[in-house]
């Protein structure tokens, strides 16, 4: 199960952290916010954070459901600045997301999320941390992207245990 935590801003002022359930009920004040997601895998944090940072384009191998395939636009895969272009399929329709990568640091197994071992037991934990600013009031709140993270989350989790 997934544990997921939201901050919403509103153009003027940040809004104090509460519980996720009241902040979703909020969602229709922010154009501007964050979303946060655990997911518990039975991977290592090494192996789910080099899917990403060193074999993106492989991402598309392990989840075909939801990643149609990655392209690095411009750098290298793992520098600072570079961007990605992801294909996704999100509430079943096709869509394309530019990523800058903004920080790596190996040691964390941090690219723009963190997996970390879990204490006390085998697997890891992928967290998510997503930062959004809608354009306008017609563009949906990512909320949707929760359930979509966890399942592949759990395809790439799935397939890194499958190749060992």
């Known amino acids: 199960m997934a544990e997921v935590e939201t901050k919403q801003e509103t153009n003027a002022a940040t809004e104090p952290e509460t519980q996720a359930a009241t902040e979703l009920e909020t969602k229709a004040d922010s154009m501007v916010g964050e979303i946060w997601i655990g997911v ?38 793992d520098k600072v600045g570079s961007i990605v272009l992801w294909n996704y399929i999100h509430e079943g329709k096709p869509k394309v997301a530019k990523d800058r990568i903004e920080a790596v640091d190996p040691e964390k197994n941090l690219r723009k999320f963190r997996v970390t071992p879990k204490q006390g037991g085998s697997g890891s934990v992928a967290r998510w941390h997503l930062e959004y600013e809608r354009i306008d009031e017609k563009v949906a709140h990512p909320e949707t992207l929760i359930p979509f993270l966890e399942s592949m989350s759990k395809e790439i989790d799935e397939h890194l245990l499958s190749t060992e």
């Open 40 to 77: 518990d895998i039975k991977a290592s944090a090494e192996k789910f954070h080099h899917m990403f940072a060193k074999r993106p384009h492989h991402v598309s191998n392990a989840t075909p459901r939801h990643i149609g395939g990655v392209e690095l636009h411009e750098g290298e895969w």
